[in-house]
Structure formats: structure tokens, C-alpha cells
């Protein structure tokens, strides 16, 4: 048996549409496509934005194209094309579950908020070494209400009762693969302007 180590990340990059925010490089899908997110404590999921993330105006942020939303939006270039989100139909390793409702707090948003669930690859890096996943679930938001897509690393895991079936959360699946030796995890976050 192949012993494990912590698997040491660090915040690559800032961005944010209301503030500089640490965020996380992750790859999703086959071929990868590439996002920055930031880290979530509160759901064990992968979300990125969709494409029709980019076709919402946004009365806070205006952008020339879609290309330039998605750059705002951690989307990284895909195929030498800047991205304006994650492209499930480019992923020969997605899985589509439909749409459900995100887990968030009841009355912190003005509309039901919903995602398009999916199973895809998951890969992340700390520079040197890089690690990947199959079948995580993954969470394409079309929304604006989440502007950065997230690396959720709370040990919760995505429950389809009416396909019943169980995806079980990131953290899990690094330990059951024995990427790394516990699912737990420590996080230290910083502002842009103190280096």
C-alpha cells in the first residue's frame, strides 16, 4: 500500500467582482478545463460558472463579451480560446445528473438558487504536484449570485434520492484513493494587499 502525505494547496491568484479574494486552481473534465475558485467550507461540491453565466447582465458589472466575463469569473483559456465557463458538452468525461437546488440558507438569496449537477473529473495542483479525481460532482451555475466557482472541502456529500444515488465529497474521495491521509484540512487566507 502506496503511503499518503498531506496535499499542500496554495491560493494561486485574486479575484472577485466585489473584492480581491484567494483563490484556488482546479481542472475539470477531459480535456481539462481549467477555473480559480475560491475554497467553501459549507458543501463538499465543485461548482464553476456555465456559459449562461455570461448571458445574465449584471447591474454591478458590465462586460464588452463573454470571454471577458469569464476571465472575471476564474474561467481560464480553453483550446487557446479564453473560456466563458465550464463546456460540459467539451468533456468527454461528464456525466449529467439535472438541476437541483444548491445548498444554500433558505432566504439569503431573492430566487430559488439552482445548479446543473453532473459527475466529471476533478483535478487540482500545488505548482509541483498535481492530483485528480474521477466522478466528483461538479455544479455549473448560471447564476450571478455566485460570481467564483468553489472547491468545496466540507466532508458532505451530494445525495440524488430520486436517482439514488450518492457522490461522496472531494475531501472523502482524496482519502478513500489514499491521495492524501485524513479528509480533514486546515486553511490559512490572506488579502491581496498584505504580502
Not at 503511503?3 to 479574494?21: K, V
Not at 458590465?62 to 470571454?67: E, L, V
Not at 466557482?149 to 475531501?171: D, M, Y
Request: hydrophobic share 35%; aromatic share 10%.
Amino acid at each position: 500500500m502506496a503511503t499518503s502525505f498531506p496535499l499542500i494547496l496554495e491560493a494561486q491568484s485574486w479575484s472577485g467582482n466585489d473584492g480581491n479574494w484567494s483563490t484556488w486552481p482546479i481542472s475539470i473534465g477531459s480535456p481539462s478545463q481549467h477555473f480559480n475558485v475560491l475554497l467553501a467550507t459549507s458543501h463538499g461540491e465543485i461548482w464553476v460558472p456555465l456559459p449562461e453565466g455570461c448571458q445574465i447582465s449584471s447591474s454591478s458589472t458590465t462586460f464588452a463579451n463573454a470571454s471577458a466575463c469569464g476571465a472575471s469569473r476564474g474561467a481560464e483559456d480553453f483550446q487557446d480560446v479564453q473560456s466563458s465557463g465550464f463546456q460540459k458538452n467539451a468533456s468527454t468525461s461528464w456525466a449529467e445528473t439535472g438541476i437541483y437546488a444548491l445548498p444554500v440558507q433558505d432566504g439569503m438569496f431573492e430566487d430559488d438558487q439552482n445548479g446543473l449537477y453532473g459527475t466529471d473529473r476533478v483535478g487540482v495542483s500545488n505548482g509541483s504536484d498535481s492530483v485528480e479525481v474521477a466522478e466528483q460532482s461538479v455544479v455549473g451555475l448560471a447564476t450571478k449570485d455566485f460570481w467564483l466557482g468553489s472547491l468545496g472541502i466540507a466532508q458532505r456529500a451530494a445525495n440524488f434520492t430520486v436517482e439514488k444515488s450518492i457522490v461522496s465529497s472531494f475531501v472523502d474521495a482524496l482519502k478513500a484513493e489514499n491521495i492524501t491521509p485524513s479528509a480533514s484540512f486546515g486553511l490559512d487566507v490572506g488579502a491581496s494587499y498584505r504580502r
